[in-house]
Structures are given as C-alpha cells and as structure tokens.
C-alpha cells in the first residue's frame, strides 16, 4: 500500500493542534509533518517537535536549493516542509499529515495530484474570535489581521477535497479519522 499525504488546514484559533493531537494519539501510523519557521518559538514549543525554527537566511538557502515541498510567508514569518521529512516518513511506511496553511496545500496539491486536502472551520466566527483572544498569544493588531486572512481562507478551502467543522474535538476527530480511513482504502 502507498502512503498518503494529508493536507490539514484551518484559521489560526480553530483548534487543528487540538484536533490533530487527539487524532495521532489515536492513530500510530501517521506521522505529523514538521514544518520549518523563520517565527521565534512560543512558550512551551521545542525546537524540532513542533517546528524546525532557522534563520530566516537558512530558510532562503533552503528556499534557493529547491528543498522545501512547499514554502510561504505569512504574518511577516516564513514557512515550509522540507521535501527530505516527507520522504523519510514515507520510507519508514508512515502517511504523513502536514498542518499548513491554505496557500501551501494548494501549492502541494499541484505537486502531489492524490494527496487529500482537509480544512478545519470554526462552528462561527464569533467564536474563532473568542478563541484567539483566549490564547494571548498575540497583539490586537495580529488578532485583527489573522480575522481579516479568514474570509480569505474560507474561500480558498472550496478548493479542498473536505471540510470538518470544529464544533466540538471529538467530533472532529471521528469525522477526520472517517476520512482518513476512507482516503487509505480507496489508496
């Protein structure tokens, strides 16, 4: 059987970490990509588990040396998957799921026709908002034009092969695992 690449997407604040880290704590054949960022680490993240963080010069020789699978720069920080990680999980007979955002899967999407694109959307804006105020992660001006990329985004996600609303974790666990399941059966 092929391995499959997962494209999983949503706005910033609709929980896909949560999601996602539900979803492989039940699922041991999957592995979750880990994308490279020019963004300083926030607190509790470590460097290789939840991203490769490098200088923003190692990420345009990356960029240069045709390394990434996909790459974009978003919030004045830059993001990409290494085309290597990808290969290795794939060699280890691992599917891989990538979490990125929408101009990267549909970057990915062109490259690798079969791999399945997912887009995780809140149960209402309102509440997309109230969950990036409740991280204080971010200023008022980031929040603000992280809400502005959402229209954005939403329209890019009919582009997608599915769409999970996030109403509630485990629902959107079961119903990406009913996919996933889906995805590999069919190869």
């Known amino acids: 059987m092929k391995n499959k690449l997962f494209v999983i997407s949503g706005s910033s604040g609709v929980g896909k970490g949560t999601v996602l880290k539900q979803f492989l704590d039940r699922n041991h054949d999957f592995i979750l990509s880990v994308s490279c960022t020019t963004r300083k680490p926030r607190p509790g993240e470590i460097d290789g588990v939840n991203y490769f963080y490098i200088s923003k010069d190692d990420f345009l020789k990356s960029i240069d040396n045709n390394e990434f699978l ?33 101009t990267g899967a549909l970057n990915i ?16 804006l ?26 954005i985004e939403i329209e890019r996600a009919k582009l997608y092969d599915y769409t999970i609303v996030n109403d509630s974790v485990e629902n959107a666990v079961t119903e990406l695992e009913n996919i996933v399941k889906r995805e590999v059966k069919n190869g």
Not at 128 to 134: A, K, T
């Open 126 to 151: 309102e509440e997309l908002e109230q969950r990036l105020r409740g991280r204080h992660t971010e200023d008022e001006n980031a929040i603000q034009k992280r809400l502005s990329e959402v229209k």
């Open 109 to 124: 999407k062109k490259q690798i026709p079969e791999s399945v694109l997912i887009f995780i959307v809140p149960p209402s």
């Open 70 to 102: 996909e790459w974009a720069e978003f919030a004045q920080n830059m993001y990409g998957t290494k085309k290597s990680f990808v290969k290795d999980c794939f060699d280890n007979g691992k599917n891989v799921i990538l979490e990125i955002e929408t």
